[in-house]
């Protein structure tokens, strides 16, 4: 069975189509991050006018491979993410599916990241841990069975990609802040600033990275003249902070669920000194530690494709809107 996927839920526009027995095989990806950055921050018109106009050029990169005879369905980002941008996969969508006449299936955009290392490691069934950490969410997820997830904890304020990209910016970094942070941090001394690791020990496995944010931004304050090195130390303190209490919380949730897989998700997970400091856990807890390829980390389309084959049964009314910019992980069902 073959599944088309279209993911326009921000600033990609990303179609792929996987196949249940070759995986992917066809696939593409249109960043606008370029675009977005002269802005410092995703402008939501610009991103639908953007999705509008790429999104043909993307469909056929995609599918130069694909007979568009042999597609099976077509899922696609409903949600969450930001309205006019969702609108126009859907739009998309329903009319690809009208005009090859194949069911119509609208799927969590949050969800696709819990599946998407799956779609690479054959071996990882539920139950599992997922981290997911990206621009917009920071969680904690018990994956029960598929379409069974419990949120373990979240954050109560900024997401940790969020938290990232405002610290770029008080250190003048282009947007996004993530990359870029990490790459300065690798010639910063993590320990030269003693940042605060807010909720690290507190009882629950919520998360907080505001507090963190700010105590960023009272040092640059306090500093007049901040040289090369002192931005590649202030990165790197900063980021040591958020991933020690990424860790820690991973490690009372191995502790609290005894579960043994642990997956990284998000586009944050593309941050390979979070990579290896949960991947460390294999050996001190005798856990498998799982995280997508870094072309999957990010939004792409393959991630919704994958889960669209997933979730076969959740067909719908081609002809009725399904997008919503609100759409939390509690509320899938089966
Ligand atoms: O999942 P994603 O592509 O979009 C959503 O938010 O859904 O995640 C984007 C976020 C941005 O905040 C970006 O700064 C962050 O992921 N990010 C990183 C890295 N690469 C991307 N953060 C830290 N280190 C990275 N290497
Ligand atoms: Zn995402």
Known sequence: MKTLGIETSCDETA?????????????????????????????????????????????KDATKSVDL???????????????????IGESFAKGLALSL??????????????????????????????????????????????????????????????????VGKLLDLPYPGGPHIEKIAQNGNPFAYDFPRPMMHSNNLDLSFSGLK??????????????????????????Q?????????????????????IIIAGGVAANKKLRSSIKELELKMGVNVYYPDLKYCGDNGAMISFLGALRSRAEVNPLRSHVRARWPLTELSK
Not at 72 to 83: E, F, H, K, M, S
Not at 223 to 236: E, F, G, P, V
Request: hydrophobic residues 40%.
């Open 15 to 59: 179609i792929a189509v996987y196949d249940s027995v070759e995986g992917i095989i066809g696939e593409s990806v249109f960043s606008q991050i370029k675009m977005h950055a002269e802005y410092g921050g995703v402008v939501p018109e610009l991103a639908s006018r953007d999705h509008c106009k790429k999104i043909i050029q993307v469909f």
């Open 69 to 87: 005879k042999s597609i099976d369905q077509i899922a696609y980002t409903a949600g969450p993410g930001l309205l006019g941008a969702l609108l």
């Open 101 to 166: 006449n194949i069911p119509l299936i609208p799927v969590n955009h949050l969800e696709g990241h819990l599946v998407s290392p799956s779609m690479e490691f054959k071996d990882i069934k539920p139950p599992y841990i997922c981290l997911l950490v990206s621009g917009g969410h920071s969680m904690i997820v018990d994956v029960k069975a598929m379409g069974e997830y419990e949120i373990l904890g979240q954050s109560v304020d900024d997401a940790i990609g969020e938290a990232f990209d405002k």
């Open 214 to 239: 700010t105590a960023v931004l009272y040092k640059v304050k306090e500093i007049n003249l901040i040289d090369k090195q002192t931005k590649a130390d202030i990165a790197a303190s900063f980021q």
């Open 241 to 261: 902070a958020a991933i020690d209490v990424l860790n820690k919380k991973i490690i009372k949730t191995i502790s609290q669920t005894g579960r043994e897989n």
